[in-house]
């Protein structure tokens, strides 16, 4: 058996938004249920300490493979993983369960959809939790137009806009791939992290150039930690051998159509949220989150010490603990 079989509840499936969902359930179906949304190059299974940490405490949990990624195929039209088709899966994932609200738990690109969750179907959303990804007002023009004259034609998610050719690197490299992603940060001297906030000077190389850097990269070198059993890093690698990335690359491929669709959407959050920030997140860092509270009326921020940015993966009881506190205050269960 799999570390997903072993770590997981049993799957299940359901038809919804033109999809069929795999989805782990977990818990007494009593009070507010949670429901997890996962990143890129991640799975439900991402959720696994918070699954059974979660449940234990009386808690009902769900966590799907959302489109594109594990046992949820997804369409080949690089349309149908905007955000809109993202957010419609999880409230017919709600609908198949007779669930008329849940707290949304997000980390990476599953932050961004938690987040819109919260402005696009605001009456399904009892609470928001990000991990890592924080709310941002919406950008002033596109995205991938400020990305790339910020960070280059390289950086990862401007490149990820080139149909196939990202793919095709990681579809032949899976096992390197998974081991250049999932591994703790070490610690740097100078400055914290800025993020996608830094700036090139005029002729330096792109940022973020992750393609570029894969290629170069050896694991034999790595000094970086890891935080993955044997077990759960071949979870990822025989699963994304499998489906192969283009899925979770298409969510990237639709920032610009996401920006043009939200401009009628009001970008203010009322429901309670919590933003868990992760101290050595080099893409996400905590600086990335100031200035929330302009734009989400009830928040409270939590920070994470010594974690990178696979952050519910990287440092469990912490997160467990920080989500069970907040959740026991803001949303107690029933007697």
Not at 155 to 173: C, S, W
Not at 268 to 273: A, F, G
């Amino acid at each position: 058996m799999s570390a997903i079989e072993t770590m997981m509840p049993p799957v299940q499936y359901a038809g919804v938004n033109g999809v069929q969902m795999a989805y782990y359930e977990a818990g007494p179906k009593a009070g507010v249920p949670v429901i997890f949304s996962h990143g890129f190059p991640e799975l439900a299974f991402s959720w696994r300490h918070q699954v059974r940490a979660l449940s234990e405490a009386g808690r009902w949990v769900i966590a799907p493979d959302q489109r594109g990624y594990g046992l949820t195929k997804g369409p080949a039209e690089v349309e149908a993983y905007d955000l809109e088709h993202l957010c419609g899966d999880l409230v017919g994932l709600m609908d198949h369960l007779g669930i008329p609200k849940a707290v949304f738990c997000g980390h990476d690109w599953g932050g961004f959809v938690v987040w819109y969750m919260a402005i696009r179907h605001p009456d399904r959303v009892a609470g928001v939790i990000s991990l890592n990804t924080p709310f941002q007002p919406r950008a002033p023009f596109d995205p991938i137009a400020i990305m790339r004259e910020r960070l280059g034609e390289r950086m990862y998610i401007v490149h990820f806009q080139t149909p196939g050719e990202a793919d095709a690197v990681l579809d032949a490299n899976t096992r390197k791939v998974m081991d250049f992603f999932l591994r703790r940060p070490i610690d740097m001297p100078g400055a914290p992290a800025a993020g996608f906030a830094t700036e090139r000077k005029p002729g330096d190389p792109s940022l973020f150039a992750m393609v570029d850097m894969l290629e170069a990269y050896d694991p034999a070198v790595d000094p970086r930690p890891v935080f993955l059993s044997a077990a759960e890093f071949e979870a990822y690698v025989e699963t994304f051998e499998r489906t192969g990335f283009t899925g979770g690359i298409n969510w990237y491929r639709n920032f610009t159509r996401n920006w043009i669709q939200s401009e009628k959407i009001d970008h203010r959050v009322t429901q309670p949220s919590l933003m868990v920030m992760a101290e050595k997140d080099a893409v996400l860092p905590p600086s990335s989150a100031d200035g929330m509270e302009a734009i989400i009326a009830d928040l409270e921020k939590v920070l994470i010490k010594d974690s990178g940015h696979w952050t519910q993966q990287e440092k469990p009881e912490e997160v467990n603990r920080v989500l069970l506190e907040w959740l026991g205050r803001r949303f107690p269960q029933p007697a």
